[in-house]
Structures are given as structure tokens and as C-alpha cells.
């Protein structure tokens, strides 16, 4: 495993990291709707573009400075200092090798030390399973379900050492 590092997205951090993305059809719920990813440069732009949002930070997931994977602080609310929390690695290639949850790691500690946040939500489609336990693994707490998602917080006093 490389350096393991968190940078705020650039435009050209975006496109490296979706020129070698794949969807991952293990966790897609309805595999009827599932297709394959194709980049596509206006795509990719466009998508960019509308993450640069007051209540949204999205990080490249950079393991020795080559993005694998991209992680975003959603909705963050800074009256009740509490966010969101997403991640997608990029491809097979770099799933299973402790990279998001080191990833994840970096980005609570970001969120609590330089956000001030004080809880941060999750939510995982039920059939992801490995960010399931990449969450529980870190201390988040499992706040129910429903038919697509499990919903999951971490409040700072909760947070594993």
C-alpha cells in the first residue's frame, strides 16, 4: 500500500480519477439499471462543476499522489456541525486493500479536527456489505434501514482512537 493521502478535487484530480473508474455491480441495487461506466470528458466536467457547493467538500483519495478514490462531505450543516459522508474507490483494483478504510479514517479525523464537526451521517446500500464494516470498523453507530439503505452516525465522543 502507498502513501495514503487527502487533497481537495481538482478538475484535473476528477478526470484522472473517472478515466479509470468502473461501476461496481456487487453493490448496485438494481442490476437491470446497471451499466458499465465510460468516461466521458464533458461528463466529467459537468459532474465537477456541480459539487461546488457551499455544503459539499469532495477530496481525491490520492495513494502515492495517483487518485484511487474520491471522498465527499454532503449536506454539511455548519450551525449543527454535522455532514455527510460518502466514498467510491475507483476500481477493483484498489478494493479490499485497507484503502478506504485508511481513507475514511483521514476523513473523519479531517471532519472533526478541521471542520468542527461533531457528527457525521453515513449511508450504505444494502448490499455493501464492505462499507458496512469499513463504518462499524470506525466506530459509526448503525441507526436502522430500509429497503435500499442502512443509515449509519458518528458523534465525536464516539470516535474510536
Known amino acids: ?30 442490476l437491470k ?3 458499465p461506466y465510460r468516461y466521458d470528458p464533458s461528463k466529467v466536467d459537468a459532474y465537477f ?17 495517483q487518485p484511487i478514490g474520491e471522498i465527499k462531505f454532503k449536506n454539511i450543516d455548519r ?36 471542520l468542527g464537526m461533531r457528527a457525521i451521517n453515513a449511508d450504505v446500500v444494502l448490499k455493501n456489505t464492505r462499507s458496512m464494516h469499513v463504518l462499524e470498523k470506525l466506530g459509526f453507530r448503525c441507526l436502522g434501514g430500509d429497503d435500499t439503505f442502512r443509515y449509519y452516525r458518528l458523534e465525536k465522543n464516539d470516535q474510536t482512537p
Open 49 to 65: 462543476d456541480a459539487q461546488q457547493r457551499p455544503d459539499r467538500l469532495v477530496f481525491a483519495l490520492l495513494s502515492d499522489g
Open 79 to 114: 450551525i449543527k456541525r454535522e455532514c455527510s459522508l460518502g466514498i467510491h474507490l475507483q476500481n477493483d483494483s484498489v478494493k479490499g486493500k485497507g484503502y478506504g478504510t485508511l481513507g475514511e479514517k483521514l476523513a473523519v479525523q479531517y471532519a472533526f479536527d478541521r
Open 33 to 35: 439499471k446497471f451499466a
Open 1 to 30: 500500500m502507498g502513501d495514503l493521502s487527502l487533497q481537495k478535487m481538482t478538475r484535473e484530480l476528477c478526470h484522472e480519477f473517472y478515466k479509470h473508474f468502473e461501476n461496481d455491480p456487487d453493490i448496485y441495487m438494481d
